[in-house]
């Protein structure tokens, strides 16, 4: 570990994947809130805010998580000698489930979601969503709700190097 005050390649490396876990996933967790806001205040911009949710996987989530993995290989490679370490894989495959989560269901099911949305609220009368956005919608909270649950447990593993 890098001595407090000295600033060394690790210690970069360091800052480099925690910034990088906090660009990936800290807005993943703010995604509850922002859809109740939109529902209550505005249907109208679902579309949008799917949208907007398919966007910040492609340009953030993604090259975030990779830069994620990519320095957490360097870390462990760096500091660690035992690579059969359990903390350090069960992480590792947390971040690969999290990147196929997001492009095997969390994108294609906002991309249904922004699709059913904007049929939904066509027309001049209130927004009455359909049953179809609301399964999808239920289906996110569930698969969402496991991604920020796996989330922490990355962090707990990094945290805590059980085993170590």
Same mark, same amino acid.
């Given at each position: 570990?890098?001595?407090?005050?000295?600033?060394?390649?690790?210690?970069?490396?360091?800052?480099?994947?925690?910034?990088?876990?906090?660009?990936?996933?800290?807005?993943?967790?703010?995604? %509850?809130?922002?859809?109740?806001?939109?529902?209550?205040?505005d %249907?109208?911009?679902?579309?949008?805010?799917?949208?907007?949710? #398919? @966007?910040v996987?492609?340009?953030?989530?993604?090259?975030?998580?990779?830069?994620?993995?990519?320095?957490? #290989?360097?870390?462990?490679?760096?500091?660690?000698?035992?690579?059969?370490?359990?903390?350090?894989?069960?992480?590792?495959?947390?971040?690969?489930?999290?990147?196929?989560?997001?492009?095997?269901?969390? #994108? %294609?099911?906002?991309?249904?979601?922004?699709?059913?949305?904007?049929?939904?609220? @066509?027309?001049?009368?209130?927004?009455?969503?359909?049953?179809?956005?609301?399964?999808?919608?239920?289906?996110?909270?569930?698969?969402?709700?496991?991604?920020?649950?796996?989330?922490? #447990?990355?962090?707990?593993?990094?945290?805590?190097? %059980?085993?170590?």
């Open positions: 570990m890098t001595a407090p005050g000295h600033l060394d390649f690790y210690a970069i490396v360091l800052f480099v994947h925690i910034v990088s876990a906090i660009v990936a996933f800290g807005v993943t967790f703010a995604y %509850p809130v922002i859809d109740s806001v939109v529902r209550t205040r %249907p109208r911009s679902l579309a949008t805010y799917h949208e907007a949710q #398919i @966007q996987g492609r340009r953030i989530v993604t090259p975030a998580a990779i830069l994620l993995l990519v320095a957490g #290989i360097y870390l462990v490679s760096d500091r660690w000698s035992d690579f059969s370490s359990g903390w350090w894989s069960a992480a590792l495959a947390i971040v690969v489930v999290l990147l196929g989560l997001e492009h095997g269901f969390l #994108i %294609p099911n906002a991309r249904r979601m922004r699709d059913r949305a904007a049929l939904d609220v @066509q027309g001049s009368g209130g927004v009455t969503l359909s049953a179809e956005y609301e399964q999808l919608a239920r289906q996110r909270a569930i698969f969402g709700g496991l991604a920020s649950l796996l989330v922490v #447990i990355a962090v707990f593993l990094m945290v805590v190097k %059980p085993g170590v």
